[in-house]
């Protein structure tokens, strides 16, 4: 709770002259009373820190600090809690993070209830009776977060499974991964898919033993099936989405987020949230380099507009690791599933289309910022990037590898080489640790999934992040992962990947600011910087790390004010609030904007 007090003798513990004060520029707030960890290896403590206008004016002893009190200077009492620069995001999409707004939750424990297929069905009926108004109004039913990895049965839902629940409105559930989804028979009807349907580019209709569509959707089969499904887009559902997803960011300590495939609507929504007072922590924009580079050039910026720029280019080679869609470059080891021998994955574009991308973002000094999750599909990047450098010079862009699961350590050494900056997803290890190790690359290569480790190894920087709405935001949950790598059964995987909690927390906060060219301006606690802090109920470092996930986001501060603070008996999991379902009219808006941002990504 926010404690503001007046005096200074009773604060500070020392008496400040009225000379004194004249003789430093006076703070709007001074922070102090618990532990400020400042990611500044020059200063990593601190007992506080003063702000004016939104900047950081000193750091460092009460003794320093007090000059900067004022008559009008507020003291905010930490009250034993700890201080640290605000979270910025590596990866994730916060327009698409406002999804739990609208749609049943799917999600297995313990994000949600869903741990077999009579619970994903009791799951749908439930939010059916629980939301008929919007179900009425939009003629859809949304289920997002299954994941097959989870469920008793170990397979996808198939159509016949969502026809138990309705036959008469079309329902589409979601896998977590955001790569693949379920159709029943009616959405399978309203889309046009049957039995003569042939697979897309880049996607797979899964059939049955009479070669109808059962339902499950991959990559460009799902994406396309979206099209006749979400209808009547509109500026306002854009807009209510992309508060939802800031809002959820900020509870979670992000005063950064990343929109990591966006679109002209996208950002227009973004902006509209922002002139509109609406839009709390600052937002990078990248767009899909394929689609949109006559937008990315008229966009691009370092600098933000309000909260939000468009920081560069989004490329995305192939699929889901969890989904058996990402590219590796061996078969898999195990998948579940009706796949043929020596299955590898497949790509979701050609390796012309990369090559072209990689090297118009080189040309015009665009970042890229490109999903690549198997070894094949790494191998390509590797290869486009290092085709680009030879033509026009060493980086100086900055090209971003986002999630990596399954590098080789040559494959690290490379991009090593290649100046190619890191992007990990190590909270894969307690999400889906287990499969990886049961099924997708064996108990060998799981240990090496996300390869933190390797990466600390040769003294490289890296950021760690959660893809939400893959996973939630739960910048804890992220430390956790980083530090101790323990999948959902408890398993340690890899322990020589795993890094300390030091190097986790640089992970999402100075080393993502370095990835978004703002490491002078955050990412850790310095004169100068933005005054963007998060306030967590323990200090990270002196606790058990095996508590990490445990602790509590309890304020987040941008620009020197708080956009969130936690209420007593508030879950993790819930959005603060859910502004479609008592607005069904806006269903359609909600669910096109939906279907923008899951393209590509």
Same mark, same amino acid.
């Given at each position: 709770?926010?404690?503001?007090? &007046?005096?200074?003798?009773?604060?500070?513990?020392?008496?400040?002259?009225?000379?004194?004060?004249?003789?430093?520029?006076?703070?709007?707030?001074?922070?102090?009373?618990?532990?400020?960890?400042?990611?500044?290896?020059?200063?990593?403590?601190?007992?506080?820190?003063?702000?004016?206008?939104?900047? /950081?004016?000193?750091?460092?002893?009460?003794?320093?600090?007090?000059?900067?009190?004022?008559?009008?200077?507020?003291?905010?009492?930490?009250?034993?809690?700890?201080?640290?620069?605000?979270? #910025?995001?590596?990866?994730?999409? #916060?327009?698409?993070?406002?999804?739990?707004?609208?749609?049943?939750?799917?999600?297995?424990?313990?994000?949600?209830?869903?741990?077999?297929?009579?619970?994903?069905?009791?799951?749908?009926?439930?939010?059916?009776?629980?939301?008929?108004?919007?179900?009425?109004?939009?003629?859809?039913?949304?289920?997002?977060?299954?994941? &097959?990895?989870?469920?008793?049965?170990?397979?996808?839902?198939?159509?016949?499974?969502?026809?138990?629940?309705?036959?008469?409105?079309?329902?589409?559930?979601?896998?977590?991964?955001?790569?693949?989804?379920?159709?029943?028979?009616?959405?399978?009807?309203?889309?046009?898919?049957?039995? !003569?349907?042939?697979?897309?580019?880049?996607?797979?209709?899964?059939?049955?033993?009479?070669?109808?569509?059962?339902?499950?959707?991959?990559?460009?089969?799902?994406?396309?099936?979206?099209?006749?499904?979400?209808?009547?887009?509109?500026?306002?559902?854009?807009?209510?989405?992309?508060?939802?997803?800031?809002?959820?960011?900020?509870?979670?300590?992000?005063?950064?987020?990343?929109?990591?495939?966006?679109?002209?609507?996208?950002?227009?929504?973004?902006?509209?949230?922002?002139?509109?007072?609406?839009?709390?922590?600052?937002?990078?924009?990248?767009?899909?380099?394929?689609?949109?580079?006559?937008?990315?050039?008229?966009?691009?910026?370092?600098?933000?507009?309000?909260?939000?720029?468009?920081?560069?280019?989004?490329?995305?080679?192939?699929?889901?690791?969890?989904?058996?869609?990402?590219?590796?470059?061996?078969?898999?080891?195990?998948?579940?599933?009706?796949?043929?021998?020596?299955?590898?994955?497949?790509?979701?574009?050609?390796?012309?289309?990369? &090559?072209?991308?990689?090297?118009?973002?080189? !040309? &015009?000094?665009?970042?890229?910022?490109?999903?690549?999750?198997?070894?094949?599909?790494?191998?390509?990047? /590797?290869?486009?990037?290092?085709?680009?450098? !030879?033509?026009?010079?060493?980086?100086?862009?900055?090209?971003?590898?986002?999630?990596?699961?399954?590098?080789?350590?040559?494959?690290?050494?490379?991009?090593?080489?290649?100046? /190619?900056?890191?992007?990990?997803?190590?909270?894969?290890?307690?999400?889906?640790?287990?499969?990886?190790?049961?099924?997708?690359?064996?108990?060998?290569?799981?240990?090496?999934?996300?390869?933190?480790?390797?990466?600390?190894?040769?003294?490289?920087?890296?950021? %760690?992040?959660?893809?939400?709405?893959?996973?939630?935001?739960?910048?804890?949950?992220?430390?956790?992962?980083? #530090?101790?790598?323990?999948?959902?059964?408890?398993?340690?995987?890899?322990?020589?990947?795993?890094?300390?909690?030091? =190097?986790?927390?640089?992970?999402?906060?100075?080393?993502?600011?370095?990835?978004?060219? !703002?490491?002078?301006?955050?990412?850790?606690?310095?004169?100068?910087?933005?005054?963007?802090?998060?306030?967590?109920?323990?200090?990270?470092?002196?606790?058990?790390?095996?508590?990490?996930?445990?602790?509590?986001?309890?304020?987040? /501060?941008?620009?020197?004010?708080?956009?969130?603070?936690?209420? =007593?008996?508030?879950?993790?999991?819930?959005?603060?609030?859910?502004?479609?379902? %008592?607005?069904?009219?806006?269903?359609?808006?909600?669910?096109?904007?939906?279907?923008?941002?899951?393209?590509? =990504?």
């Amino acid at each position: 709770m926010r404690n503001i007090l &007046n005096s200074a003798a009773l604060v500070l513990g020392i008496s400040v002259t009225f000379g004194a004060a004249q003789a430093q520029e006076i703070a709007d707030t001074i922070y102090l009373g618990g532990p400020i960890l400042t990611i500044n290896d020059m200063q990593p403590r601190a007992e506080a820190v003063a702000v004016k206008d939104g900047t /950081i004016l000193a750091v460092g002893s009460m003794d320093d600090v007090s000059a900067h009190r004022g008559d009008g200077t507020e003291i905010f009492e930490l009250g034993g809690r700890t201080m640290l620069p605000g979270f #910025v995001d590596s990866h994730g999409h #916060v327009v698409m993070g406002g999804i739990q707004a609208l749609s049943a939750n799917m999600l297995a424990p313990p994000d949600g209830q869903i741990t077999d297929i009579a619970s994903l069905q009791q799951g749908l009926r439930d939010w059916m009776a629980d939301n008929q108004d919007t179900v009425d109004a939009v003629n859809l039913i949304i289920g997002f977060g299954y994941d &097959n990895a989870q469920l008793a049965e170990l397979r996808h839902p198939t159509r016949e499974d969502l026809d138990a629940v309705s036959t008469d409105v079309p329902i589409l559930i979601i896998h977590q991964s955001g790569h693949l989804g379920v159709a029943n028979s009616k959405a399978l009807e309203v889309t046009g898919l049957t039995a !003569e349907s042939e697979n897309p580019p880049g996607g797979v209709i899964r059939r049955d033993d009479d070669g109808n569509p059962n339902g499950v959707l991959e990559e460009y089969a799902f994406f396309g099936a979206l099209v006749p499904l979400l209808s009547q887009l509109g500026p306002e559902g854009f807009e209510e989405f992309a508060k939802a997803g800031a809002d959820l960011w900020a509870r979670f300590g992000y005063t950064t987020a990343q929109e990591g495939r966006s679109s002209a609507g996208n950002v227009a929504a973004l902006k509209a949230v922002d002139a509109a007072g609406e839009l709390p922590i600052d937002v990078v924009a990248f767009p899909d380099v394929i689609e949109a580079r006559d937008f990315i050039k008229e966009s691009h910026s370092f600098e933000y507009d309000g909260h939000v720029r468009v920081g560069g280019c989004k490329l995305t080679i192939d699929g889901s690791p969890q989904g058996f869609t990402a590219l590796r470059d061996r078969p898999y080891y195990d998948p579940v599933g009706d796949y043929p021998p020596g299955y590898k994955g497949y790509a979701a574009v050609t390796e012309q289309q990369i &090559n072209d991308a990689v090297d118009w973002c080189f !040309e &015009n000094d665009f970042q890229i910022l490109t999903h690549s999750n198997g070894e094949g599909a790494s191998d390509m990047l /590797i290869a486009a990037i290092g085709a680009a450098e !030879e033509k026009y010079g060493p980086p100086t862009n900055r090209p971003v590898l986002i999630h990596g699961q399954f590098l080789r350590e040559d494959q690290v050494d490379s991009i090593q080489k290649l100046g /190619i900056f890191p992007s990990l997803f190590p909270m894969h290890t307690y999400y889906w640790g287990d499969w990886h190790r049961d099924h997708t690359v064996g108990p060998v290569n799981a240990e090496n999934i996300s390869p933190t480790g390797w990466v600390r190894q040769r003294g490289m920087m890296f950021g %760690s992040h959660h893809d939400a709405p893959v996973a939630f935001p739960d910048s804890m949950r992220i430390l956790s992962a980083t #530090v101790t790598r323990r999948t959902r059964s408890g398993d340690i995987l890899g322990p020589a990947q795993r890094v300390s909690v030091m =190097e986790a927390l640089k992970a999402l906060t100075i080393w993502p600011a370095w990835q978004h060219f !703002e490491e002078d301006r955050k990412g850790s606690i310095e004169p100068g910087k933005i005054a963007d802090f998060v306030i967590l109920s323990d200090d990270p470092t002196a606790v058990d790390p095996e508590t990490l996930a445990e602790l509590k986001i309890q304020v987040t /501060i941008k620009d020197g004010e708080v956009i969130y603070e936690a209420q =007593e008996g508030e879950k993790k999991t819930e959005l603060r609030d859910r502004p479609f379902l %008592s607005n069904p009219e806006h269903a359609h808006e909600f669910l096109d904007a939906m279907y923008a941002s899951f393209r590509r =990504e």
